[in-house]
């Protein structure tokens, strides 16, 4: 019997808890009726999505998942959230109706991920021409500060102007009590 070290079982173990982090917040994101608890879903979500990373020796992309997930996004979410008006009134939507909403929902999941899959298994991959960078922080930051920095500046401008019209829009709907 082929027996494996100690250290496999603990590396299968770590991999798993992060790929069940991701599922588990991914459900609760989309299964709960409540959003503050579908944002702390994302939010957990997300934290599994950085372990993944870093357990794939990307520890930058790791720390970015972190601060602009987790950070960023999330954290305007439950901004959005707070200045939203409170008293919204309830929508009337019956069970059976939720349920089929549902069922369509993974069906349509469920044919996009098989249409993907088939399609990249279809293709014949060939490797790239030229070297791979290596993902270390250093060639990622003179990426971003040379090829890509004026695609860098542009998304920075635009989240910019989105939080601040997000912002503009949400408050003069408060009541002004």
């Known amino acids: 019997m082929n027996s494996l070290p100690i250290s496999d079982y603990i590396v299968a173990g770590i991999f798993y808890f992060c790929v069940a982090t991701t599922v588990g917040g991914a459900l609760v994101a989309v299964l709960t009726t409540r959003i503050i608890r579908s944002v702390c879903g994302l939010m957990i979500c997300c934290l599994g999505v950085a372990g993944l990373y870093y357990f794939l020796h990307s520890p930058f992309l790791a720390l970015m998942e972190i601060l602009i997930y987790i950070g960023a996004v999330c ?3 439950m901004f959005a959230v707070m200045l939203a008006e409170p008293d919204e009134p309830a929508r009337e939507e019956s069970r059976g109706a939720a349920i089929l909403g549902g069922v369509v929902a993974l069906a ?13 298994l279809a293709q014949k991959w060939t490797p790239p021409a030229a070297p791979v960078n290596d993902g270390s922080v250093k060639a990622i930051g003179t990426s971003l500060l040379t090829t890509y920095s004026m695609a860098f500046e542009l998304i920075s401008l635009v989240l910019l102007v989105a939080i601040i019209g997000a912002l503009v829009i949400a408050r003069p709907g408060r009541n002004q009590s």
């Not at 349509?108 to 990249?120: D, E, Q, T």
């Open 108 to 120: 349509m999941g469920a044919v996009i991920c098989w249409g993907l899959s088939r399609l990249s």
């Open 75 to 77: 954290v305007t979410i």
